[in-house]
């Protein structure tokens, strides 16, 4: 009984803005280690190569919704949102608060804050994927190609039934951003949306963990690279770790917007280093393909 109580209808205590202003720094230093990351894959390999690769570009690409949804973050933290106990907020705190969960709202639907760490993700996870077919180019199979077509689609798939757990959640519609009366725990607390996208995020980094596993072991590369292969390729655990431990401290504070928000910032700079991880080992090992002057 007690965890069902975690789900449903009590709403975390009120904050003030003051006690989520660690929350915001570090939403910002994740975002910025994030970035620092992919521009040393990206100048890195451009260096050596002197030449741009697909998923580099589709890893450029990811620093836009990473910086949109760091900033709107950002105004949340300062305005709150209508999942927190009401007694005692003024007019102004609570159209400050109705605003917030619109921003929240808009965050999920317009490709923003929730919706865009998982753009940047999916689109992470799709950059590592295409980076393993010219690891293992001897032994890529039409079987392999057919492989990676069903998982490109399933990271779509996934995405789309995150927007849709989104946006079904709550009814009527402009319950999202009400905040007196209380609007209900499934209209504030958006707990389809968090397991959704748990649960699917979870499932992807499986996929991506065992989807090259085949290709490694026939490849023809020394057993040690193998296994330092094998080993970088398994990172995603990390990220698989910490999906589960944000879905128990979410629901154990009931939906509180702020370790919502200081997770995600985690997870973001995480799974960055994780999709990354390949590239940047094959640089800092003076690896891979470069042109002839670096050889």
Same mark, same amino acid.
């Given at each position: 009984?007690?965890?069902?109580?975690?789900?449903?209808?009590?709403?975390?205590?009120?904050?003030?803005?003051?006690?989520?202003?660690? &929350?915001?720094?570090?939403?910002?230093?994740?975002?910025?280690? =994030?970035?620092?990351?992919?521009?040393?894959?990206?100048?890195?390999?451009?260096?050596? $190569?002197?030449?741009?690769?697909?998923?580099? %570009?589709?890893?450029?690409? =990811?620093?836009?919704?990473?910086?949109?949804?760091?900033?709107?973050?950002?105004?949340?933290?300062?305005?709150?949102?209508?999942? &927190?106990?009401?007694?005692? +907020? %003024?007019?102004?705190?609570? /159209?400050?608060?109705?605003?917030?969960?619109?921003?929240?709202? =808009?965050?999920?639907?317009?490709? %923003? &804050?929730?919706?865009?760490?998982?753009?940047?993700?999916?689109?992470?996870?799709?950059?590592?994927?295409?980076?393993?077919?010219?690891?293992?180019?001897?032994?890529?199979?039409?079987?392999?190609? $057919?492989?990676?077509?069903? +998982?490109?689609?399933?990271?779509?798939?996934?995405?789309?039934?995150?927007?849709?757990? &989104?946006?079904?959640?709550?009814?009527?519609?402009?319950?999202?951003?009400?905040?007196?009366?209380?609007?209900?725990?499934?209209?504030?607390?958006?707990?389809?949306?968090?397991?959704?996208?748990? #649960?699917?995020?979870?499932?992807?980094?499986?996929?991506?963990?065992?989807?090259?596993?085949?290709?490694?072991?026939?490849?023809?590369?020394?057993?040690?690279?193998?296994?330092?292969?094998? +080993?970088?390729?398994?990172?995603?655990?990390?990220?698989?770790? +910490? $999906?589960?431990?944000?879905?128990?401290?979410?629901?154990?504070?009931?939906? =509180?917007?702020?370790?919502? #928000?200081?997770?995600?910032?985690?997870?973001?700079?995480?799974?960055?280093?994780? #999709?990354?991880?390949?590239?940047?080992?094959?640089?800092? /090992?003076?690896?891979?393909?470069?042109?002839?002057?670096?050889?």
């Amino acid at each position: 009984m007690e965890l069902l109580r975690r789900f449903t209808n009590e709403p975390p205590d009120l904050r003030e803005f003051r006690q989520d202003k660690p &929350t915001l720094l570090v939403s910002w230093w994740c975002a910025g280690y =994030a970035i620092t990351i992919i521009a040393f894959r990206v100048c890195g390999r451009y260096v050596r $190569t002197e030449k741009t690769y697909p998923e580099d %570009t589709i890893m450029l690409f =990811a620093i836009i919704p990473l910086l949109i949804r760091t900033a709107l973050a950002h105004v949340v933290l300062i305005y709150g949102t209508n999942n &927190t106990k009401i007694d005692g +907020l %003024t007019d102004l705190e609570i /159209r400050h608060r109705e605003l917030g969960s619109q921003l929240v709202l =808009a965050t999920r639907i317009m490709y %923003t &804050t929730w919706q865009l760490i998982k753009i940047s993700l999916w689109v992470m996870k799709y950059s590592v994927s295409m980076y393993l077919r010219s690891l293992t180019e001897s032994v890529w199979q039409r079987s392999h190609q $057919t492989m990676l077509r069903y +998982l490109h689609a399933f990271l779509v798939l996934t995405y789309l039934a995150t927007v849709i757990s &989104t946006l079904a959640e709550c009814r009527p519609f402009n319950h999202y951003w009400q905040v007196v009366p209380d609007p209900g725990a499934q209209c504030r607390q958006a707990y389809a949306q968090l397991f959704t996208m748990g #649960s699917m995020n979870i499932i992807t980094n499986i996929a991506l963990i065992l989807f090259p596993i085949p290709m490694i072991l026939k490849s023809r590369l020394p057993q040690k690279t193998k296994f330092q292969t094998l +080993l970088r390729l398994s990172f995603p655990l990390l990220c698989i770790s +910490l $999906t589960a431990y944000q879905l128990y401290s979410i629901v154990s504070r009931h939906g =509180a917007q702020q370790r919502r #928000s200081l997770l995600a910032s985690f997870d973001l700079l995480v799974s960055t280093f994780t #999709s990354n991880a390949v590239v940047l080992g094959s640089l800092l /090992r003076d690896r891979g393909y470069k042109k002839e002057k670096y050889k």
